[in-house]
């Protein structure tokens, strides 16, 4: 009897261990299903949502404004030439090709722009700018609002 007595908390104790794992993975596993339930049915919305916002995007991120433009690359490049010119700004140079253009242009008092066109699909075109070393904010929202409103 004593042997049966010392070895009955180990037997509860197993009893406990065993039920608490069969739960947690119980658990576990009805978390994983509703996870990836989710995650089927929602996954074109996504995916269409995704596609559907990507033209027209701006954001301001590090002191770089990067834009996501519903137009042909062409298109974009000429309104920036045009946006740059009209903005008074000097152009130091623009070399591209095909799928990307860098545009290098300063200011009246001498701050250095840096803007890229990138050809993303036949419709879609990326527009980044930097002005200055840290970026400003207000400038490079006019510039993109003048190469927008050049289209």
């Keep these: 009897m004593a042997g049966r007595q010392a070895n009955r908390p180990l037997a509860v104790l197993s009893a406990v261990r065993m039920k608490h794992n ?7 596993a ?3 299903a509703c996870l990836l ?16 916002a990507a033209a027209g995007t701006v954001a301001y991120v ?18 920036t030439d045009r946006a740059v010119e009209r903005l008074q700004f000097r152009k130091i140079s623009e070399n591209g090709d095909a ?7 300063r ?15 036949d419709n879609l075109v ?12 207000a400038l490079s929202r006019t510039l993109l609002d003048s190469i927008k409103a050049t289209l």
Excluded: M, P
């Design 22 to 28: 069969t739960l947690a993975g119980w658990l576990r």
């Design 30 to 32: 009805v978390v994983a």
């Design 37 to 52: 339930a989710g995650a089927a049915g929602q996954s074109g919305c996504v995916v269409a949502a995704v596609g559907a």
């Design 62 to 79: 590090r002191g770089k404004l990067e834009a996501s433009l519903a137009n042909d690359y062409r298109e974009v490049v000429k309104a």
């Design 99 to 105: 799928l990307k253009t860098v545009f290098v242009a």
């Design 107 to 121: 200011t009246g008092d001498d701050t250095r722009i840096h803007i890229t066109v990138t050809k993303k699909s």
């Design 126 to 137: 990326q527009v980044e700018i930097r002005v200055g070393t840290f970026g400003n904010e």
